[in-house]
């Protein structure tokens, strides 16, 4: 079936340095979506890719979508300790509605 | 605005129990999709529901699991005799339509333990 692999599973760094995280799919995407989920909390949606090499950014993070809409990357500059949480990709094929989410990176920063 | 809500935020079952989890959706939102998430895993796609209709169950388990989204009323998601492996957090999500990449507003989410 569809699967989205995504990695690092977990990253630890210092207050101040950068982090990003990947995600894959054997399959031609409809779109990409990411979500942050704080401990204990619920996914919340960040953002979303459509188009072939979209590049969007948001504050200190940026968003890419492969050429080949066959991958996605998250990255973070400078993180700061409010950045830590779960962080997943979550991709739409041509099926409708239904998401499949990539395993997630947890994200820890130490002050 | 009131968010998606969820009810009850934790559920404690035994073996053999039903448990009924309700989810509503954000005021305006008629699609719904349930997820299950296990302890330290990503999310898993369940089942997707629009009022009376189940558009895709794709991610429900064969037996004992089923969900449905009355015209009046909350979406429910209902587990028949619990066993351990069914202990997860239990996230709703609602959208507004079914396009594809449409964003998914999740609920707070039920935490189901089975004792």
């Known amino acids: 079936g569809q699967q989205v692999m995504q990695i690092p599973q977990y990253q630890h760094v210092q207050e101040g340095e950068d982090f990003t995280t990947y995600c894959n799919s054997s399959?031609?995407?409809?779109?990409i979506q990411w979500y942050k989920q704080r401990p204990g909390g619920h996914p919340v949606f960040l953002i979303q890719?459509?188009?072939?090499?979209e590049v969007k950014k948001q504050k200190r993070l940026t968003f890419q979508f492969g050429e080949a809409k066959k991958n996605s990357s998250l990255h973070i500059t400078a993180t700061q300790t409010t950045d830590v949480g779960t962080y997943f990709c979550?991709?739409?094929?041509?099926?409708?509605?239904?998401?499949?989410f990539g395993q997630g990176t947890e994200l820890s920063v130490k002050p | 605005n009131a968010g998606v809500m969820q009810n009850p935020r934790h559920l404690v079952r035994r073996r053999g129990q039903e448990a009924r989890l309700r989810c509503s959706p954000m005021k305006g939102h008629s699609h719904v999709y349930w997820y299950r998430q296990l302890p330290e895993e990503g999310l898993k796609f369940m089942v997707y529901?629009?009022?009376?209709?189940?558009?895709?169950e794709s991610g429900m388990p064969k037996e004992r699991f089923s969900a449905e989204f009355p015209k009046e009323g909350p979406s429910i998601l209902r587990i028949q005799q619990v066993v351990r492996g069914d202990s997860a957090a239990y996230f709703c999500a609602s959208s507004l339509r079914r396009d594809r990449g449409r964003e998914q507003y999740f609920g707070p989410g039920t935490r189901l333990t089975v004792t």
């Open positions: 979550a991709a739409s094929y041509n099926q409708g509605g239904k998401l499949i």
């Open positions: 399959t031609t995407l409809s779109n």
């Open positions: 529901l629009q009022k009376e209709n189940i558009i895709d």
């Open positions: 890719l459509v188009k072939s090499g």
